[in-house]
């Protein structure tokens, strides 16, 4: 198994789970001007509207550091992924999520680029207030929207994409495939909120795990389990009512611990690890639009054989990330 | 909750009506109502004189839930005889239109250069006391009724509302707590608003509708409810 594999489990999976923050949308609404902000990454607390239809993109861009030893390196990876949202109701919104995954490396590497496993995401939100718990109600006043809230959130790829698409000299990694063979399922829990009038705190805590599959070479792969604890703030800094805009810095760090992977039921060595991203960016909002940008670095690592994770998570010498939401 | 932005913007962007405050004062058994910006957080005088014979009736409940109109004195500041455990004092300043060069107190028939123009009613009910009939709407027009005992409300804790038009909950209408607006409505016409500070309470909500008699394009209806908590 090629050295990247957690490159392929790592980010496409991030990405998928990350793409269920629809980040900021919620603000779009009654909250646009004064509500609660959003994290760029991180999954949040709010919900769709019911009825209300959330059209995403998100675009990823990781580049990596390089070494002698790696040559040829892993150059970057590019993860854009188009999502659609629906809120059933006002408390539960459904999504779905289509990747599509770039991986290139320097002159004399093998490069990977196509549409990956698609995936489906349900998310109830909750609200703890002084008369107790409650579901998301359809109205929230921007009192309300000062409480905590909560939400709870599960999902879980399905097997579209091509778990055994062959590299340009014919050979199957499963660190740069484009599907898992298997559905691969998620589980989080988030909490947010208002700090002050201008200050929102956004907190996740989620986990991503995968079934062992079989490629068409032999090889029985299960990638590491994904943890991730993250934390966000997002501050009210400039809003002009009359243009119906906001914008927010964010300051968000990213906890991730990853599992080392299994190959044959063993562990594989040059995978698994821990780190921290801190990724500060902007979020602004324009009338039924929002939109995101952040630079993301690992400022922390512990990575379980460091000298030979090139191209893996950790390894970024930073990450470019875009996202763009539409309310309908 | 989309679709709730405009109303809210439409009220940030200063409706003429929350010019001044109007509010019910207590003096001794009875009660002034006075106009100004004692209350408000924009600059002003902190009383307003007005003309009487703009207050278009009082009605009073105590706390058994009896009712009896006021008499309307014609001397401003208005004096209404108390006590009541609940008070609504309706007021109506009339049409008024903005032209390119001034707003006049008259509907715009006859006016050149109209830019808007709108009828004015207000109302302001004041909750001295809570009892079974303060905690129902009096049905008399656009109105705020609180859906729990005010006065035992902590500052910082939210108070449920319920806003409705002649007794009907009423959806998608903004209410401000004091010049701030909080929100609008749900479908049910409830909201909860933070009682953020001690003192008199200033709840508004505010209802355009389109007009029909040439006088002016829209009415514009406004309601404040009021009560002291404790600081």
């Known amino acids: 198994m090629n050295k990247r594999i957690l490159l392929g489990a790592g980010l496409v999976l991030g990405l998928a789970q990350a793409a269920l923050a629809h980040h900021g949308v919620a603000g779009v609404g009654v909250a646009a001007l004064q509500g609660p902000g959003a994290p760029i990454e991180s999954a949040a607390s709010s919900v769709l509207p019911e009825g209300g239809v959330l059209a995403y993109l998100k675009v990823d861009e990781a580049r990596f550091r390089k070494y002698d030893w790696a040559a040829p390196n892993a150059d970057y990876a590019r993860f854009t992924m188009l999502g659609l949202g629906y809120g059933v109701t006002p408390w539960f919104s459904a999504y ?114 995968f079934q062992p599959y079989t490629y068409d070479n032999g090889e029985r792969v299960q990638f590491g389990a994904e943890n991730r604890l993250n934390g966000a703030l997002a501050w009210r800094a400039l809003t002009l009512p009359e243009q119906r805009f906001r914008l927010d810095p964010v300051l968000e760090l990213q906890y991730l611990t990853l599992g080392r992977d299994r190959v044959e039921g063993v562990g594989e060595r040059g995978t698994g690890g821990r780190m921290l991203y801190v990724m500060p960016g902007v979020r602004a909002y324009w009338h039924n639009a929002s939109f995101a940008l952040g630079v993301k670095k690992p400022v922390w690592t512990d990575l379980n054989e460091s000298s030979t994770q090139q191209g893996a998570e950790g390894k970024e010498k930073y990450r470019l990330v875009f996202s763009a939401s539409l309310m309908f | ?56 009736g009082a009605l009073c409940v105590d706390a058994d839930g009896r009712r009896r109109e006021l008499t309307v004195p014609a001397q401003s500041p208005v004096r209404l005889a108390g006590p009541c455990a609940v008070l609504q004092v309706s007021y109506v300043s009339g049409y008024w239109t903005k032209t390119a060069w001034e707003t006049k107190n008259q509907p715009k028939t006859g006016l050149t250069g109209v830019l808007r123009s709108w009828h004015s009613q207000e109302a302001v009910k004041r909750i001295g006391q809570w009892s079974p009939a303060s905690a129902k709407p009096l049905g008399v027009g656009l109105e705020i009724t609180p859906l729990r005992d005010p006065f035992t409300v902590k500052i910082g804790d939210k108070l449920n509302l319920l806003v409705t038009d002649d007794g009907q909950p009423l959806a998608g209408v903004p209410v401000a707590y004091g010049d701030d607006t909080r929100g609008v409505s749900g479908a049910d016409g409830q909201i909860a608003i933070r009682l953020r500070h001690g003192g008199l309470q200033l709840l508004t909500a505010s209802r355009e509708t389109p007009l029909n008699d040439g006088k002016a394009d829209v009415s514009l209806r406004s309601t404040s409810l009021q009560f002291e908590i404790s600081r």
């Open chain 2, 1 to 56: 909750m989309r679709q709730v932005l405009i109303p809210l913007l439409a009220l940030l962007f200063a409706s003429p009506l929350l010019a001044h405050d109007l509010w019910l004062e207590a003096a001794g058994s009875d009660y002034l109502l006075l106009q100004g910006h004692r209350h408000s957080g924009h600059a002003g005088a902190e009383t307003v004189a007005y003309d009487a014979a703009r207050v278009a």
């Open chain 1, 96 to 209: 779905v999520f289509v990747p599509h995954n770039t991986k290139v490396e320097e002159s004399g590497g093998l490069d990977s680029r196509g549409w990956a496993d698609m995936s489906l995401m349900g998310q109830v939100g909750f609200r703890y207030d002084q008369d107790g718990w409650r579901l998301t109600p359809a109205n929230e006043s921007l009192d309300d929207l000062e409480d905590w809230h909560f939400s709870v959130f599960a999902g879980a790829t399905v097997p579209t994409g091509s778990a055994n698409h062959r590299l340009a000299d014919g050979s199957i990694d499963a660190g740069k495939s484009l599907g898992f063979g298997k559905p691969a399922w998620s589980l989080g829990i988030t909490a947010s909120k208002m700090l002050s009038e201008t200050l929102t705190l956004s907190l996740e805590a989620s986990t991503f795990r």
